[in-house]
T-cell receptor, first 111, second 114 residues
Framework: GQQLNQSPQSMFIQEGEDVSMNCTSS?????WLWYKQDPGEGPVLLIA?????ELTSNGRLTAQFGITRKDSFLNISASIPSDVGIYFC???????????FGKGTHLIIQP | EPEVTQTPSHQVTQMGQEVILRCVPI?????FYWYRQILGQKVEFLVS????????KSEIFDDQFSVERPDGSNFTLKIRSTKLEDSAMYFC????????????FGSGTQLSVL
């Protein structure tokens, strides 16, 4: 099946620091999405991207859809304790219904 | 705010037993999904369901799995003869007509096969 390579696997940062994570693939995706998952909960959508080169912000979060349509990054500025969780990228292929998820980036914030 | 509801939150079963995981999607949604997440791993697509039939399924969704929308509100996932490797968190999701950003996930059912 399709693979999304997400990195880093985990991040240990200080509160207030900026965070950056990314996903790459050998396949072209029609749509890129970024989700956050808290313990015991389902993924919650943060940002959806539909066009190559698109840069979208949601508060302190910024994500971009790569020009080649094979990659995306997510930045979080000025991290706060509630940003702790697992962040997943997900892609949707042209004509597909299901999403392909990356393996996640576990964000841990030290006070 | 409307939400996708899943029951039970935890299910423990013996290997070889049948299990049914239940979901109540958001009421005006038309597209329904099951995903699973093995502990510590990524979320994996299982199946999508629209207009009372499966519209797409992954290679994980073999003959042991089936889905049903028995009435106007419930959406179920049945595993006929569970295996140890079926142990995972199973997420139901639903969306209305339109783009994928309207997809909402439930909180999941943790299935443990002993």
């Amino acid at each position: 099946g399709q693979q999304l390579n997400q990195s880093p696997q985990s991040m240990f940062i200080q509160e207030g620091e900026d965070v950056s994570m990314n996903c790459t693939s050998s396949s072209i995706f029609n749509t890129w999405l970024w989700y956050k998952q808290d313990p015991g909960e389902g993924p919650v959508l943060l940002i959806a991207l539909y066009k190559a080169g698109e840069l979208t912000s949601n508060g302190r979060l910024t994500a971009q859809f790569g020009i080649t349509r094979k990659d995306s990054f997510l930045n979080i500025s000025a991290s706060i304790p509630s940003d702790v969780g697992i962040y997943f990228c997900a892609g949707q292929l042209v004509g597909a219904d299901g999403l392909t998820f990356g393996k996640g980036t576990h964000l841990i914030i030290q006070p | 705010e409307p939400e996708v509801t899943q029951t039970p939150s935890h299910q423990v079963t013996q290997m070889g037993q049948e299990v049914i995981l239940r979901c109540v999607p958001i009421s005006n949604h038309l597209y329904f999904y099951w995903y699973r997440q093995i502990l510590g791993q990524k979320v994996e697509f299982l199946v999508s369901f629209y207009n009372n039939e499966i519209s797409e399924k992954s290679e994980i969704f073999d003959d042991q799995f089936s889905v049903e929308r028995p009435d106007g509100s419930n959406f179920t996932l049945k595993i006929r003869s569970t295996k140890l490797e079926d142990s995972a968190m199973y997420f139901c999701a639903s969306k209305p007509q339109g783009a994928v950003e309207k997809l909402f996930f439930g909180s999941g059912t943790q299935l443990s096969v002993l």
